[in-house]
């Protein structure tokens, strides 16, 4: 990865090396931590980080879904954010915000209420999250044999880390089986979302995305319903099952790392001409004119550094 410059813990700034925690901490043992993933891009008028409200609202709420009470409020950590860009000094296009909390170091055993919370910012610069390449030609996609974990028994709308262990195998068996990305399904055989981003299909004009039954209420998504919305596109959400995504003309990911990531295969079904589609196309470069603040419609989603 990019080391950067600085890294804010607990509410002051130290050194990127010097970022380092107990080996018991009792996160690493346990899992419950909460994680934002925030774009800081570079526009003609400087870094401007998008939609930094509704992720940093969204730590705190994963945060008391899962137990812990961060001792920032929203607006203590949307300061820290804008500063931490600042202070890094960074010079690429992309910069990725990493916000978390987590359970630090002196009590073992499951009961964590009294296991000390460490709050942490960082910031660094990375690139396409599946890569370039992905972005113009799309990407290869395969449905993951695990499901999404069922609703009785996780909490899929907290950002919560133990979230991402099921994340991570469903990725790691798409990457060995020869493709990019994982698809996972819920308990019931609809689509759910990707490994770390949510699903869009184009289907007779019409763009369909699952509902937020089994998901991360995805704020790209949001912003992809809004989007389309306003340049005339119809926007269904309902469940879809595997079979209709490998009929479907174009299909594409949305995510903050993701952003619009055009999907040209899955499972070995060819979508639509195996290429991005003209309707992915202009959504993305739309949501690319959005970002790096070149549509003043939605110049209120961009806070400036
Ligand atoms: N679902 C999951 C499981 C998910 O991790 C993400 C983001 C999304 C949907 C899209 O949410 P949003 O960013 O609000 O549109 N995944 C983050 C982490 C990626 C990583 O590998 O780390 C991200 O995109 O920042």
Redesign the pocket.
Known sequence: MNAAKFIWMNGKYVPWAEAQIHVLSHTLHYGNGV?E???AYKTERGYAIFRLNE?TK?LKESAKMTLIDIPFTVEEMNEAQIDLVRKNEFTGDNV?IRPFAFLGYGVMGLYHKDAPVETVMAAWEWGA?LGEEGLRRGIRLKIASMTRPANTSNMGKA?ASA??LN?QMAKFEAIESGYDEALLLDDQGYVA??????FFMVRDGQLISPPNDN???????KTVIEMAKKMGYEVVRRRITREEIYVADEAFL?????EITPVREVDARIIGKGERGPVTEKIQSSYFDIVFGRDPDYDHYLTYI
Not at 193 to 198: L, T, V, Y
Not at 254 to 258: N, R, Y
């Open positions: 994680i993933g925030t774009k992720h969204r990725y999250y950002k979230n991402y994340s979302e990707a490994s770390g981003a949510c998901s991360l209420e995805s704020i790209t998504q949305t995510g903050t790392a993701a």
